[in-house]
């Protein structure tokens, strides 16, 4: 599963210590997550799609539709 969360964070002029921050985890967390190192948890995605203001549907792209 791909996700847009770097395309979505650049756009919404965030970095990713600023994204880390507003979602109470660590710099590294965002960057692995980003980079497909890392499945967040249900939580943290919900909490990334509200700080990047869109949907966990918006946020993650399944490549096996």
Do not use: G
């Amino acid at each position: 599963m791909e996700n847009r969360i770097r395309e979505l964070r650049k756009a919404s002029k965030l970095s990713q210590e600023e994204v880390a921050k507003r979602c109470k985890v660590s710099r590294q967390t965002i960057n692995a997550i980003e980079n497909n190192k890392y499945d967040p948890t249900l939580q943290l995605a919900f909490n990334l799609a509200s700080v990047l203001n869109t949907t966990v549907d918006e946020l993650f792209i399944n490549l096996h539709d």
